[in-house]
């Protein structure tokens, strides 16, 4: 049934499509407007195009310019609604390679193989698609700004509005700073600014403001820029710090003195390298030695099923792999929430402890340890030196004081493994629990504000890192008055975050290149925009309910969009002090950069110092 229904889709999808170049007429005298009449006019000019489209393939546009006296030339509303003026793709294909390669991660490459294998083959230069793809963007971009009425619109039904602000970039790249509404998920806009200061953002904040109207709060992450252009383009407007930024940059500085202090050691005393050959050699043994998995019979033993076979070496090598591997498995500890939440380097320690512990234990039975191999007691050794070193020793007790103190400040924000499901979710915070969370911080800072002054306090030098931060922010961290107990409170950028963590992850896809930053270079702000397409009410706001009329939606925003190749032109900032390539690759750069010094410095007049 499948196999037929394709074939009965693609015998269609042939027959729909026009023979290969015929031509077409597109005459303005034969189209008239809704409800009336078509004017002829006389002829101004008649133009030629081949047009390429994925739903009618290849044809020949004639198209007919008609006009009167005084009046406007009239052209082809068909023919505008089908490819842009002057173009030869269609807009349904250039919607198709800016979804297929910015929503999907499909390669140009992939892209151009899969047009030329459909039943009626489309075949296209990979530098031509590149160009689709840029356009598809260019539209979007004016499609979205057209969209703007309806949007602020539905943000002003909706009441209280929060705005996410955030950027991301890549190293030397400029920045990508996106504004998003915190509960339907739509991105407002996106920007490219050379780098993260207060003018540069305060001036996108004001253009979103104009846009969609000022917003009930902002919440952005710890950076000085981000809250000094609050402050400059939305007067009045509360501005909090993302709870999630706040904790991360506790527990980095935290962690910062015994994380160096552990990690050195533990690369003095080649632990996990002595482990790991220990590991290997124990494991080639076993291969030579054995030639049955029937003589493996630890795993026997732990399900308490009976075992017919003496104690021996192979057994006892068993047992030790067996240490190895658990140790191994430190990361299991954790919930994968990255560095400082998940301390892996603290896992492992704790891990080795238990399992130094656990090795004393078993060689405590003389029996055992009368048959036990010396690989075994090797190992014990080795892991009773580690626990017994005296910088090891002095290194985790700092790290687990600080540990501690860490999670006092996770279980004031909510934000402790049980809160934290996974590391990008939004954590909104029922409006209920909100006084809970406030009543905790205060707690938490008092306490604070006591071991910081009593100098006999061991966790005095860890009360003031969390103290400082805390009091910092202080005026940012929870609203004063609290939300209605059924409003959900947002209070991290992690949703914006995930936004372009999925971004990236599409580019990456698209190229198998692991950094981005040529992307970030080249890819205009409108591509900030893309993961709208994903958004269910933007697809209802702007597209009428289905991404299916995107290539009609991007005709209608053609109309006004202004010209392609200017947009193309001005979309490139520079970093600070970032001369223009064009000049930088001048064969006499360096001695034309000289003459201009010299020759300014003879031609202007000298400071007094």
């Not at 509005?161 to 996106?190: M, N, R």
Request: include cysteine.
């Amino acid at each position: 049934m499948r196999q037929l229904c394709w074939a009965s889709t693609t015998e269609l999808q042939q027959r729909l499509v026009l023979p290969q170049d015929v031509p077409l007429n597109f005459d303005a005298a034969h189209e008239a407007p809704v409800g009336g009449e078509a004017a002829a006019g006389q002829v101004l000019k008649t133009s030629r195009r081949t047009v390429v489209s994925l739903e009618l393939g290849r044809f020949q546009a004639r198209e007919i310019v008609r006009g009167q006296d005084g009046e406007h030339p009239r052209r082809s509303a068909q023919l505008a609604g089908l490819v842009p003026p002057g173009a030869c793709y269609g807009f349904d294909l250039i919607a198709h390679v800016g979804i297929e390669s910015f929503l999907r991660g499909h390669s140009l490459q992939e892209i151009r193989r899969d047009l030329a294998g459909r039943p009626v083959p489309i075949k296209i230069p990979t530098s031509t698609l590149w160009d689709q793809q840029q356009k598809f963007l260019f539209y979007l971009g004016h499609l979205h700004q057209r969209a703007a009425g309806l949007v602020r619109q539905y943000l002003a039904e909706r009441g209280e509005t929060t705005w996410l602000l955030d950027g991301t970039l890549e190293p030397g790249t400029p920045v990508f700073l996106g504004i998003e509404d915190a509960a339907s998920g739509l991105l407002l806009g996106g920007w490219k600014v050379p780098s993260e200061n207060a003018d540069d953002i305060a001036s996108c904040l004001d253009e979103a403001a104009q846009r969609y109207g000022q917003p009930t709060r902002v919440v952005h992450d710890l950076s000085p820029a981000m809250g000094g252009a609050c402050d400059l383009a939305l007067p009045g407007v509360d501005h909090f710090v993302c709870h999630y930024h706040l904790c991360r940059d506790v527990g980095e500085e935290l962690y910062d003195s015994p994380q160096a202090a552990l990690s050195q050691r533990l690369r003095s005393l080649k632990l996990q390298g002595r482990m790991r050959e220990q590991r290997s050699r124990q494991t080639q043994w076993l291969r030579a030695k054995t030639d049955s998995p029937a003589q493996f019979v630890l795993s026997e033993l732990m399900a308490g099923r009976p075992v017919q076979v003496p104690f021996s070496h192979t057994l006892g090598r068993e047992v030790l792999l067996a240490f190895h591997h658990w140790v191994l498995d430190y990361r299991g500890d954790g919930c994968r929430r990255g560095f400082p939440f998940d301390p892996y380097m603290l896992y492992l320690h704790r891990r080795v402890l238990r399992a130094s512990e656990a090795v004393d234990r078993l060689m405590a039975n003389l029996e055992f340890a009368r048959q036990a191999p010396a690989a075994l007691v090797n190992f014990q050794n080795l892991l009773r030196q580690y626990r017994l070193d005296p910088e090891i020793v002095k290194a985790t007790e700092l790290y687990e004081r600080a540990f501690a103190m860490f999670d006092r400040l996770r279980q004031a924000l909510r934000l402790t493994p049980q809160h934290m499901d996974h590391l990008r979710q939004p954590h909104e915070l029922p409006g209920s629990e909100q006084h809970e969370l406030k009543t905790a911080l205060d707690r938490l800072r008092h306490e604070l504000q006591q071991q910081s002054q009593d100098e006999r306090d061991t966790d005095r030098g860890l009360a003031k890192i969390v103290l400082k931060h805390l009091d910092k922010y202080w005026t940012h961290l929870v609203p004063d008055q609290p939300h209605a107990a059924s409003e959900s409170w947002t209070r991290t950028t992690n949703q914006l975050e995930r936004h372009w963590g999925g971004m990236k992850r599409v580019r990456r896809r698209a190229h198998g290149r692991g950094k981005l930053s040529r992307d970030f270079e080249s890819l205009p702000e409108e591509y900030v925009l893309v993961p709208n397409l994903e958004s269910p009410v933007y697809v209802d706001l702007v597209l009428g309910g289905s991404l299916q009329s995107l290539p009609a939606r991007l005709a209608e925003a053609s109309r006004d969009a202004g010209s392609y190749a200017a947009w193309s032109g001005r979309r490139h900032p520079r970093l600070v002090g970032h001369l223009a390539r064009r000049l930088l690759r001048q064969d006499n750069f360096i001695d034309h950069l000289i003459e201009a010094c010299h020759r300014h410095c003879q031609t202007t007049p000298q400071n007094d110092a």
